[in-house]
């Protein structure tokens, strides 16, 4: 996230960062951490926003993560969108299933959304494939932009020709282009 935070800043987008209470934690203490209760990270998540939009009063605000913080920022996003206080959702690495349980999916939600979404995801994420995403049938406002051999961190193997520096280029330009282009 530190990397394409400071990618989008230099293409003109400004970024906002947080850490969800059980990555505080993780960080403190040196240990792995379970993620805090749903209720407890849509909570944390909800201030975030309105503090953002008490402080900066942006005139478009998108809000999104990676992996679970773009789970969570799309469980949040339609009500947001509605109510005219987002323009839209970047989901960077989401996690459709839990790893080893593809059948265990995370997107009733997203099947709903009408709040325009970009998720950015490698195309052999152990946690959404290009296979398997392709059979969800998600709605028109999700845009997928896929990084060619990616996994979850959107690193490529080296046998593929790509990079992750490169990678991380294209999340950037692709998550640059949805926000600065209205939707």
């Known amino acids: 996230m530190q990397a394409i935070s400071l990618k989008l800043c230099a293409l003109g987008v400004g970024v906002v960062r947080f850490e969800f209470p059980y990555m505080i934690e993780r960080r403190k203490m040196g240990k792995r951490r379970p ?50 206080t987002i323009a839209g959702a970047l989901c960077l690495g989401y996690p459709f299933h839990p790893r080893g349980k593809p059948s265990s999916l995370r997107i009733k939600h997203l099947l709903t959304l009408t709040c325009p979404t970009l998720i950015i995801q490698g195309s052999r994420d152990p946690l959404g494939s290009f296979a398997e995403v392709a059979d969800y049938n998600l709605p028109s406002s999700i845009q997928c932009h896929w990084l060619e051999d990616g996994d979850h961190d959107f690193k490529p193997r080296l046998k593929s020709g790509f990079n992750w520096q490169q990678h991380l280029q294209g999340a950037t330009e692709g998550a640059a282009k949805f926000i600065l282009t209205e939707n």
């Open 35 to 84: 993620p805090n209760k749903m209720e407890v990270l849509l909570n944390d998540f909800e201030q975030h926003i309105e503090a953002c939009q008490q402080a900066l009063n942006p005139q478009r605000l998108y809000i999104g993560g990676k992996s679970m913080g773009g789970r969570v920022a799309s469980m949040l996003a339609q009500d947001y969108y509605q109510q005219g």
